[in-house]
């Protein structure tokens, strides 16, 4: 059974650093594109960043670009996503997910994702 598990999540205050980790299980990584997302309460999820399969190539949302950093370990299978200077606005459900297809302006965006884990809370509050 395809599945990613999303861990590292917790409670921050602000200023802080957590990372993420993205585990897959029943497939290699290194053939998918994985994003990570959030989703705030009452709110749309959104994409925060993506790495390619090579991992050369990254984007990221404007909101996080120059705090967080993705980066992969296909030999471990897995994704992570670093956060640093952490702001109480950060605060949300963040999920990974795979996707096979896209191009760079489309894959901050949910729909193209055909894998996705359960989530890891990550709250940030003083």
């Known amino acids: 059974q395809l599945q990613l598990v999303e861990s590292g999540g917790g409670l921050v205050q602000p200023g802080g650093s957590l990372r993420l980790s993205c585990a897959a299980s029943g497939f290699t990584l290194d053939s998918y594109t994985i994003g990570w997302f959030r989703q705030a309460p009452g709110k749309e999820r959104e994409g925060v960043s993506w790495?390619?399969?090579?991992?050369?190539?990254?984007k990221y949302a404007d909101s996080v670009k120059g705090r967080f950093t993705i980066s992969r370990d296909n030999r471990r299978n897995t994704v992570y996503l670093q956060m640093s200077s952490l702001k109480p606005e950060d605060t949300a459900v963040y999920y990974c997910a795979a996707t096979r297809f896209g191009s760079d302006f489309q894959l901050l965006q949910p729909l193209l994702y055909h894998y996705w884990g359960q989530g890891t809370q990550v709250t940030v509050s003083s």
């Open positions: 790495i390619r399969t090579s991992g050369s190539d990254t």
